[in-house]
């Protein structure tokens, strides 16, 4: 379990909208950037007090750390994980049929 000093609203970064996550809203699943130490009990019950729907599976993924370079310095790319969320089929999130 993720520590019970964060919020869960802390747990959710941000929305990942690309091409691949545009195609899995049409089967109402629906990805986030989160919390590295977040597990899929917290980031169920966050999504679910934070858009008021019923997720009905919760999957993640850690990204791996990629090297990036400008010019002759090389740095990391911070780590993010991914979780993609799927929802009730009742159920959507108003914000990314808009995008």
Not at 26 to 39: C, I, M, P, W
Not at 42 to 53: C, G, H, N, R, Y
Request: aromatic residues 8%.
């Amino acid at each position: 379990m993720c520590t019970s000093s964060k919020s869960l609203l802390d747990l959710i970064k941000y929305p990942i909208l690309t091409e691949k996550t545009s195609r899995l809203i049409e089967q109402n699943q629906y990805s986030f950037a989160v919390d590295r130490k977040a597990d899929k009990i917290s980031i169920k019950s966050a999504v679910e007090a934070l858009f008021d729907v019923q997720v009905v599976a919760v999957n993640t993924a850690n990204q791996p750390l990629k090297k990036r370079r400008v010019g002759k310095f090389i740095g990391k790319k911070s780590r993010v994980k991914r979780a993609v969320v799927t929802l009730a089929p009742e159920n959507s999130i108003t914000f990314f049929e808009n995008a």
